[in-house]
C-alpha cells in the first residue's frame, strides 16, 4: 500500500481554496518559533492564521518562556502575506506529567511522545472549534525526527472528536525543514537543542556526555 503524500493533500486543498478565491482561517498549533518559520512563511500566503501556542510539556518553566517569547518575536517581525496573531495557550506542566505517567523512561518517538502528540492537538482541535476556525494544524510536522504520518493519523481522530477540520501536513517536504533552518539563522531564533520535556532534556544530555567521552 502506497503511503500518503500528506503534502500533495495540502496542495490540493489550497489549490481549492485559490480557485474560489478564499482566504480561510487557520488555527496553527505551533511547538516553537524555529520549526513555525518556514510554515508561517509558507501559510500565511494562504491562510489567515491564530498561531496557538499550547506546549505544556516543554520545561523548565524559564525554557518554556524562553521559548514562548522568541515565538512572539518572530511573528511581529516576519512581514506575513495574511495576518497571523498569537493566541498562548494555558501552560499546565501538571497536566503533561499526568498523561505521560508511566511512560517516562520510553524514548524519543515512542510511547510518551504519542501521548504528548495528542495532548496538544486535542487542545488545538477544541480551540478551533471555540473559535469557529476552518481548519487547524500542527508544526510539528515538519520535524525530521517526529512521525508524519501518526501526528496526521491523531489530527484526523482529534478532528472528528470535535467536529473540526484537520489540514494534512508534512513540512518537511518542499524543503521546508532546509528554509526552517534559513529563517532561523536570519532571524537569530533560539534553537533549543532537546525536544521540550524533561525526559527529553535528560536524553539529550546523557548523548552530550557520551559523545564526550568517546572524543
Ligand atoms: S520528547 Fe518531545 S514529543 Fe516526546 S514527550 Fe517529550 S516533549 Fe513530547
Do not use: W
Not at 67 to 92: A, C, Q, S, W
Not at 174 to 192: A, H, I, P
Amino acid at each position: 500500500m502506497n503511503a500518503t503524500n500528506f503534502q500533495k493533500e495540502l496542495d490540493k486543498l489550497i489549490d481549492r481554496n485559490a480557485q474560489e478565491n478564499r482566504v480561510p482561517t487557520l488555527l496553527l498549533h505551533s511547538c516553537c518559533a524555529p520549526c513555525s518559520s518556514y510554515v508561517l512563511e509558507y501559510l500565511s500566503k494562504y491562510f489567515s492564521i491564530t498561531d496557538f501556542y499550547y506546549n505544556p510539556n516543554i520545561s523548565p518553566e524559564g525554557e518554556y518562556r524562553r521559548r514562548t517569547d522568541e515565538m512572539e518575536r518572530f511573528i511581529k517581525e516576519f512581514p506575513v502575506v495574511h495576518e497571523v496573531t498569537f493566541l498562548e495557550g494555558n501552560y499546565d506542566p501538571e497536566r503533561f506529567f499526568s498523561e505521560v505517567k508511566g511512560l517516562e523512561q520510553e524514548p524519543e518517538g515512542g510511547e510518551r511522545c504519542k501521548v504528548c502528540f495528542r495532548m496538544r492537538l486535542e487542545e488545538a482541535a477544541k480551540m478551533a472549534k471555540e473559535l469557529g476556525m476552518d481548519y487547524f494544524a500542527t508544526t510539528l510536522t515538519i520535524s525530521p525526527m517526529k512521525n508524519a504520518a501518526l501526528l496526521n493519523q491523531i489530527g484526523e481522530e482529534v478532528a472528528e472528536i470535535y467536529g473540526v477540520t484537520y489540514l494534512p501536513s508534512d513540512f518537511k517536504k518542499k524543503n521546508g525543514f532546509k528554509r526552517s533552518t534559513e529563517l532561523s539563522k536570519e532571524y537569530d531564533l533560539y534553537r533549543q537543542d532537546y525536544c521540550g520535556c524533561v525526559f527529553s532534556k535528560a536524553e539529550r544530555e546523557r548523548q552530550k556526555r557520551e559523545m564526550e567521552a568517546n572524543r
